[in-house]
């Protein structure tokens, strides 16, 4: 493995109590490649992600995470890790600039705390106790947690869960901002425009395997899926699927068809998902 990949998997294996929840991934995440794991309730993105993350055990594989196997990484590692998890509960009586201070002592290099909350917008609230913060101010307080240390590589598990369209804009900047400073990213997301707006590349997960991995716009045929059109002629309503719409529109137009209720739409990157997680249950 050379130093441009940050992550590299193969043949990754869990099971619990017998039950094999994730059969055989290959994963390769380049450095400073934001990538999406998508996948429905229980596909196995949490275990894989801890697995990466050096919180759970493999039952078989190789993991390189950094570098290193995280399964036997020290210290110097993990400070060069940042993990956002699903919900952190604890300390609920410090303040947030209290609890981002705190895991800031934990980093060598760590970015100034009133940074770090200006960066996840908290201000408003970086003296309120954290058992006062909203569900959403929560989330950024995780996102916080994670990012103080500068990490080299950031876990996000499902960052945005509860945040407002607002603040999940404001997130999407944050990522793009960390990114572009060269930060490597693993996210999982249930949202596909959030997936679509921040990856460079994404796998969908489903059982255990990985059923399709590319770009947001060649995922699972993407780029070669056809269009529908759909218009009204005559005051009926129209609709055809064609691999490619210029001869069709070419034919309208020189009908004189009234095209005012024309529509052109290729498939989103929900609609690709929802096949293919349809295609593998
Ligand atoms: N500690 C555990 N003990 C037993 N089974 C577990 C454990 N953790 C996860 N599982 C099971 O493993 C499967 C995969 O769970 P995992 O949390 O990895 O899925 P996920 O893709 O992250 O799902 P979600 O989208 O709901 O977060 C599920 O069937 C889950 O019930």
Request: glycine fraction near 12%.
């Amino acid at each position: 493995m050379d130093g441009m990949t940050a992550i590299e998997v193969r043949g990754l294996r869990k099971a619990y109590r017998g039950h094999e929840v994730v059969r055989g991934i290959d994963l390769e995440v380049g450095r400073g490649e934001v990538f999406a794991l998508l996948g429905p309730n229980g596909a196995g993105k949490t275990t894989t992600t801890e697995i990466l993350e050096g919180h759970r055990r493999r039952d078989a594989g190789e993991v390189r995470v950094l570098g290193a196997d995280p399964g036997t990484a020290g210290p110097d590692w993990r400070a060069r890790i940042g993990i956002v998890l699903q919900n952190t509960e604890d300390a609920a009586d410090l303040t947030a600039t209290e609890m981002v201070r705190h895991i800031a002592g934990f980093y060598p290099d760590s970015r100034p705390v009133a940074e770090v909350i200006g960066l996840v917008g908290l201000e408003e609230k970086k003296n309120s106790r954290i058992r006062t913060l909203s569900g959403g101010q929560r989330r950024r307080l995780d996102v916080a947690l994670g990012i103080v240390g500068r990490p080299e590589l950031l876990f996000l598990d499902e960052p945005t869960t509860g945040f407002d369209p607002e603040a999940r804009r404001h997130f999407w900047d944050l990522i793009r901002t960390l990114a572009a400073e060269g930060t490597t990213i693993l996210l999982t997301t249930h949202y596909l425009e959030e997936a679509e707006a921040l990856a460079d590349r994404l796998a969908v997960l489903a059982a255990g395997q990985i059923v399709a991995e590319g770009t947001p716009a060649t995922l699972g045929g993407r780029a070669q899926a056809g269009a529908r059109v759909t218009w009204h002629e005559n005051g009926v309503a129209r609709t055809e699927q064609v691999d490619d719409p210029t001869p069709l529109l070419r034919k309208l137009v020189a009908a004189d068809t009234d095209l005012r209720t024309l529509t052109v739409t290729r498939p989103t990157l929900e609609d690709i998902y929802l096949n293919l997680i349809g295609a593998h249950r």
